[in-house]
């Protein structure tokens, strides 16, 4: 017994995975809230407005598994741009005014790549999937995503990794958002 709890203890670390950048730009849903004076002057809540509106960023990427293994962790912590809404057009219209200008927000996610035709070390087609959180928002609108699709990588230069996939799920704040994005990317493979 103690010999294997020895031999846990002493085992070697991990030293696969890698490092990277990534850009990112897509759509989102999001929902206006708006109001409208009255003829008499008071301020009514108006039906409120479903819109897709467009959002982009950039930021870093940590990999783990070996660069050889078709199924690979990562995470990401990145910068998005929320742009805003479009907001509704009229006399005495009020709308919130938090879709008056970009929303910037601070984005964590983890994921998982499963390599589903060629080979790791040198052009393959996967599977990805993810959740994250919007946790960093300048308006208190933190939200939860979950997206999956489809992507590419191809390794060069031994340790250098070119990746972009293109990914649809959905955002939930109070309720259910859709989303689309587009990610690319540069990784540094350690192993």
Known sequence: MLSSL?????????L????GVIGT????????????????GETEQQPPLDEVNPNGG?????????KDYKIN???RLYYLADMPVVAPTGTDIIYNLRTESIRDLGVA?????????????AMQMCV?????????TTDQTEFFEAEAGVGGTYTFARHFQAHAEVVGGVRYRKRIYPN????????????
Not at 128 to 136: D, E, K, N, S, V
């Open 180 to 191: 689309a994005n587009v990610t690319a990317g540069l990784r540094y493979l350690f192993d």
């Open 6 to 14: 020895a031999l846990l203890l002493t085992t070697s670390s991990a």
């Open 109 to 121: 996610d983890v994921g998982l790549q499963f390599g589903v035709l060629g080979e790791p070390e």
């Open 58 to 66: 950039g930021g870093l990427e940590f990999v783990l598994g070996d």
């Open 73 to 75: 962790g990562f995470f």
């Open 16 to 19: 696969a995975g890698g490092i």
């Open 25 to 40: 730009g897509g759509f989102h849903g999001d929902r206006v809230y708006y109001y409208k004076q009255n003829s008499i």
């Open 128 to 136: 990805i999937g993810l959740i994250g959180t919007g946790l960093m």
